[in-house]
T-cell receptor
């Protein structure tokens, strides 16, 4: 049974470019959250999607946007990339109504901005 | 803003107990969590504790919670080399998502 799948696994982009990261949630899960994990740091919450809408958002600029599709998969878009956007981006999914203990995390997309 | 705080490094001998400590920020957090991250991998939930509990034991893992001091600890009994990883403490935040510490890198020496 596949867990959370993220693609691509690694990505190198140039400053100023735009990037799209993708996430397929675990089967049966309908809620997707995205986290940014800078090197040597813990994950920081970006936003959460449920029913194709952004429900919650962390302290990230509008350059970070997302989308959730009818099949519950999700995308994270980052515009006008900065060097500081280099990080591991983690997607996590759970069922709505379950607490955060219900999250399953993907292995992440490592984004390097040069 | 306030941070969830953890010591950055811990080194133990195989077979010893490991204790990883965490100070969290929000006394209204419903749950507190311990996650494990191995190199190149995502986060794996190890255990969690409801905020009205003082202790939870799950096989080799023991979680202690001191709400008064906002202190959470994770004890790993009989630590093995396979336990070498980064361990994150996390709390529920006001967004109904989670706030993580910076992680404690556990090294287990044979």
């Amino acid at each position: 049974d596949a867990g959370v799948t993220q693609s691509p696994t690694h990505l190198i982009k140039t400053r100023g470019q735009q990037v799209t990261l993708r996430c397929s949630p675990k089967s049966g899960h309908d809620t997707v959250s995205w986290y940014q994990q800078a090197l040597g740091q813990g994950p920081q919450f970006i936003f959460q999607y449920y029913e194709e809408e952004e429900r919650q958002r962390g302290n990230f600029p509008d350059r970070f946007s997302g989308h959730q599709f009818p099949n519950y998969s999700s995308e994270l878009n980052v515009n006008a990339l900065l060097l500081g956007d280099s990080a591991l981006y983690l997607c996590a999914s759970r069922q709505i109504g379950k607490g955060n203990y219900g999250y399953t995390f993907g292995s992440g997309t490592r984004l390097t901005v040069v | 803003g306030e941070d969830v705080e953890q010591s950055l490094f811990l080194s133990v001998r195989e077979g010893d107990s490991s204790v990883i400590n965490c100070t969290y920020t929000d006394s209204s957090s419903t749950y507190l969590y311990w996650y494990k991250q191995e190199p190149g991998a995502g986060l794996q939930l190890l255990t969690y504790i409801f905020s009205n509990m003082d202790m939870k034991q799950d096989q080799r893992l023991t979680v202690l919670l001191n709400k008064k001091d906002k202190h959470l600890s994770l004890r790993i009994a009989d630590t093995q080399t396979g336990d070498s990883a980064i361990y994150f403490c996390a709390e529920d935040d006001n967004n109904n998502d989670m706030r993580f510490g910076a992680g404690t890198r556990l090294t287990v020496k044979p």
